[in-house]
């Protein structure tokens, strides 16, 4: 890696650690109702919802009711969301009067964006309204991450509180979230990128005459949106050309703050980050790169003022970095190498790999491959989603980066709410085999894990990679499923695992090449996004509940500090374990074949 790299780097996570603190306390206040002076002025707001939803601020829950009353608004969503994309065609705000959303895509739109997963099937510019972005999507990129946030504070004052059965009440934990959290960030931010130039107004799409005749290349498709294929397997293109450009426009900046300030991660535009409308700048992707972590960063050290004990918030956070920083260091080191393949067909050998370049396919230049893979490892370390490079033209060690951080739960820095919660329950297993160890009942935080502690823990680490695996095996078997891939051989098998992996971790990128557009993956990735958020979040709330009735206890001589750089060491070693041993089969025949194929090829070029 360039010395440029690494500063670029160093300057992104020193943001990053300035920043965690100051807002870490802000938040800190805000969910125990010590709002700061500066921000009082919205107080009013708070309240006018409150009076609107017949809440009562001060009526505690114990987790049934939190859990149910989290469902039942996601409900809501998913129906007011599914509802507005079908009615698209009568509705204002439409100038390029785009007509009703299929079914299967609206249902699974719908779902994707409630479960902050953003999965996106379809091409934003020519299927959404601006109506549709902003009331249907927009609303839930807001929604979706508070509800993840309030239940991260859930499950802190489970830890935080003693001998009580209430958890707090989910909507001022979420009202609270959203007014005095998410929509001051977002306006912040949004000024910001539209100072860079992304692109917010509600003028029609404009048509303009290119100066040269663009040929490319169209797959066909079948009714079903799968490609066509002939008889040797290939796909079937027409060869067109143009000279005209439609330009899209749209509330573009205010949708990109909270896509990526609420790690939800769903463009405007089908290119998302990629797009100069939506990323013009390397300043606007340092800013938008800076959002993706910052809340989820800034939560841990929440977690600790809120424990009382802020080196207990340092700890995880430092688990999450270290892991974050050797998966950093695997994707640049691909990415800037690039293909060996290429190498040895004859570039000039006297020109290093960073000199050429590395692997620029699916990258924009404005970017390269350093900005472009940190941009990767921090979109899918959290649940955000958002890219600004083609993961599917990563080489495939640069490619398993993406996929084994969706894998791994999303813990490393995780998306906001989700990530934190995900990684106190790793913390709940890790105590739990040192308890093994020596012979005595585990302790985190001063409470006892026992055996219905141990059930939800383990339930929240097994229902994902069941999903996951259990999605991508069908997928594979079935013709419907094997119909949508457009690459044989261990590629396509890695577009399905990453299509699965990505909708049961909430994460909603995609390595592309899988024409997911179809019926079949419509219904199959609702289902994987639906379960895999609210089955996760069930245990955790019920977890919650659980060591909020619990004594303190004192700590005493044989109680593990976890504090310690051991215990960030035997976390760390917690995540990857249970990650290694789940999905390591299912990389094999993914992207670990694919580099033995890749440099096996490289090996049988003549080489003078």
């Known amino acids: 890696m360039t010395t440029n790299g690494l500063l670029q780097i160093g300057l992104l996570l020193g943001a990053l650690f300035a920043l965690v603190k100051p ?39 114990g987790w049934p009711r939190y859990a149910m009353s989290l469902l039942w608004f996601s409900l809501s969503g998913v129906l007011a969301v599914y509802a507005i994309q079908r009615l698209q065609g009568a509705l204002p705000l439409n100038p390029q009067h785009f007509g009703a959303v299929s079914p299967d895509s609206a249902l699974n739109t719908a779902i994707s964006f409630v479960t902050n997963t953003n999965w996106q099937g379809y091409a934003g510019e020519s299927t959404m309204s601006y109506l549709t972005q902003m009331v249907a999507l927009t609303v839930q990129n807001f929604f979706s991450a508070a509800s ?33 959290i998410l929509l001051p960030l977002s306006m912040v931010l949004t000024l910001a990128l539209a100072s860079q130039g992304v692109v917010q107004n509600f003028s029609p799409y404009q048509t303009i005459q290119m100066v040269e005749t663009v040929r490319y290349d169209n797959p066909r498709i079948d ?47 089908n290119a998302n980050s990629a797009h100069p409308f939506e990323n013009p700048t390397p300043l606007s992707n340092f800013l938008q790169m800076l959002a993706i972590l910052l809340i989820p960063g800034a939560l841990c050290y929440t977690f600790g003022r809120m424990v009382g004990d802020t080196r207990q918030g340092w700890a995880i956070l430092a688990a999450m970095t270290l892991v974050f920083a050797c998966m950093l260091s695997v994707a640049e080191f691909a990415e800037t190498a690039g293909n060996p393949v290429l190498a040895a067909l004859g570039i000039d050998q006297s020109v290093t790999p960073e000199q050429s370049g590395g692997n620029m396919e699916g990258k924009e230049t404005r ?64 105590v739990f085999i040192a308890g093994l160890m020596i012979g ?36 594979v078997m079935v013709d419907a499923g094997r119909a949508g891939v457009a690459n044989p051989g261990a590629h396509g098998f890695s577009e399905i695992l990453y299509a699965f992996s990505s909708a049961v971790g909430n994460n909603g990128s995609a390595f592309a090449g899988l024409s997911a557009n179809t019926p079949f993956y419509n219904i199959a990735l609702a289902v994987a996004m639906f379960f895999g958020r609210f089955w996760l979040i069930i245990p955790v709330l019920a977890l919650a509940g659980s060591l ?12 593990m500090p976890t504090h310690t750089p051991l215990f960030v060491m035997l976390l760390i070693g917690t995540v990857t374990l249970v990650g290694a041993l789940t999905f390591v089969p299912a990389l094999g025949l993914g992207p670990i074949a694919e580099q033995f194929t890749m440099t096996s090829a490289h090996q049988e070029i003549p080489h003078d």
């Open 23 to 61: 807002l870490g306390i802000y938040m800190t206040r805000i969910y125990q109702g010590d709002l700061p002076a500066f921000i009082r002025w919205l107080s009013p707001l708070e309240h006018i919802c409150y009076r609107a939803g017949g809440i009562k601020a001060d009526d505690e829950m």
């Open 148 to 180: 993840g946030m309030a239940v991260a504070i859930a499950l802190i004052r489970g830890f935080a509180r003693h001998a009580t059965d209430s958890i707090g009440n989910f909507w001022v934990d979420m009202t609270r979230s959203t007014i005095y």
């Open 223 to 269: 009714a079903n949106g799968n490609p066509i294929r002939d008889a040797a397997g290939n796909p079937v293109t027409d060869r067109l050309s143009t000279r005209e450009q439609t330009i899209p426009f749209g509330p573009v900046a205010s949708q990109e703050a909270i896509k990526e300030l609420g790690t939800n991660g769903g463009g405007t535009f």
């Open 367 to 430: 970017f390269g491959t350093v900005n472009s893979a940190l941009f990767a490892t921090i979109t899918t370390s959290t649940s955000c989603g958002a890219v600004n490079s083609m993961h599917d033209s990563f080489t495939p060690l640069g490619g398993l980066v993406p996929l084994v951080n969706i894998q791994l739960g999303e813990v490393i820095f995780g998306g906001v709410g989700s990530g934190l919660y995900a990684m106190l329950v790793y913390a709940v297993i890790a």
């Open 440 to 475: 005595r009942t585990p302790e985190y935080l001063g409470k006892k894990i026992e055996s219905f502690d141990i059930k939800m823990a383990s339930l929240t680490i097994l229902i994902p990679p069941l999903l996951i695996l259990c999605g991508t095996a069908i997928s």
């Open 548 to 559: 909020a009735g619990k004594k303190r206890i004192a700590p005493g001589a044989g109680t």
